[in-house]
């Protein structure tokens, strides 16, 4: 995230300050805010802004915002008590970063208990999340599932929330400064609650697609699944992170049942082998043993040069040692075979380490 340039220090000519990135940013914001917002006589308090801002771009949108509800004048008397405080801290962080954390927590203080409250939840989700996701996985110990559709929408007014429209459906996502901010103001105890309601989430999809059969249906929810795998990843790390042995075997179960996915992109099958070892090496003594036997048969197949072989030409599913009945939930029945035509592309993903 690279500064836009400034106009220089001293200069009031209004259109040496047009000229400057920055304040062009600005400006354009500040009237998609408020259209009847006229800034030609007031640009210099724009200007001072936008250097109070370091001229970054996401701290610039955040401030533009708030135009909805108070004047230039009073957003720059705000941001100029915040860099006061920023100036007189024990702070050795770039003058950028410091811009970019006290416009973050001015923006948050501008936010309603239950906004925050939301906001520091939403930060577990690696990438993009749908609102269904949200509404399953956010809403708990005070925040209702009713309510989740209409703050997610307040945070999108004040940028805090990116939309993405993505083949007629609507997601959302945090930009990584906003989520690490949002991640580090949010209390332990209910973060955990959420990462543990998150992997429950992971698990019930995985279950859909065990219960849709090899239908267009199942080739559909692994196909989203795949595209979403980092899921998958932050669920199964924060819980063998955590140690505990509820969470471990929900790790483990997660694992077993994301198998039917990693049979169609192969591409991520070097990740799910280091977490197989990791949960049949390191937690051995507490998972249950009919758990601990499915990842200790799958993790050792994975190695082997039949699997890659069979993960190069695509024959994944028809290899034999490939045939070991795992647990489903009840009425599901695994696909026989996986046709080239309907096998998802392999993606190499970066996953995301401690």
């Excluded at 923006?107 to 939403?122: D, T, V």
């Excluded at 956010?138 to 307040?154: D, T």
């Excluded at 075997?249 to 591409?267: I, N, Q």
């Excluded at 040692?321 to 009425?331: C, D, L, R």
Aim: aromatic share 6%; hydrophobic share 40%.
């Amino acid at each position: 995230m690279e500064p836009l340039a400034l106009p220089p220090t001293g200069e009031t000519s209004p259109e040496a300050l047009l000229d400057s990135p920055a304040v062009q940013l600005f400006v354009d914001l500040a009237r998609r805010a408020r259209r009847t917002l006229d800034l030609s006589a007031q640009l210099e308090t724009v200007a001072l802004i936008c250097r109070q801002l370091e001229g970054l771009p996401l701290a610039i949108e955040l401030a533009a915002t708030r135009l909805r509800a108070m004047s230039l004048q009073d957003l720059a008397d705000r941001l100029s008590i915040g860099a006061a405080e920023v100036g007189g801290s024990q702070d050795h962080r770039l003058p950028h970063q410091q811009a970019l954390q006290a416009t973050f927590e001015w923006s948050a203080q501008l936010l309603s208990p239950a906004e925050r409250c939301l906001l520091g939840r939403l930060s577990i989700f690696p990438t993009a999340f749908d609102l269904a996701a949200a509404e399953e996985i956010c809403s708990h110990s005070g925040l209702e599932r009713a309510e989740i559709a209409l703050l997610i929408a307040n945070l999108v007014d004040q940028s805090m929330i990116q939309i993405i429209d993505d083949d007629q459906r609507t997601r959302y996502r945090l930009l990584n400064p906003i989520r690490e901010f949002a991640e580090n103001s949010c209390r332990e105890t209910e973060l955990s609650v959420t990462r543990r309601r998150h992997l429950r989430c992971c698990q019930k999809r995985l279950d859909r697609i065990l219960l849709a059969d090899a239908t267009d249906e199942s080739d559909l929810l692994i196909a989203d699944f795949i595209a979403n795998i980092e899921n998958l990843y932050v669920a199964v790390e924060w819980a063998l992170e955590s140690g505990g042995a509820g969470a471990v075997t929900d790790a483990a179960e997660l694992l077993a049942r994301s198998r039917l996915v990693f049979d169609r992109d192969f591409g991520n099958l070097h990740t799910v082998v280091d977490y197989t070892h990791t949960g049949t090496l390191a937690y051995s003594d507490v998972l249950p043993a009919a758990t601990h036997g499915r990842l200790r048969h799958w993790a050792p197949v994975l190695t082997t040069p039949a699997a890659s072989h069979c993960r190069r030409n695509g024959t994944w599913k028809s290899h034999s040692a490939f045939s070991t009945p795992m647990t489903k939930p009840t009425g599901a029945r695994w696909p026989t075979s996986t046709p080239a035509s309907r096998r998802v592309p392999p993606r190499l993903l970066t996953l995301r380490r401690s």
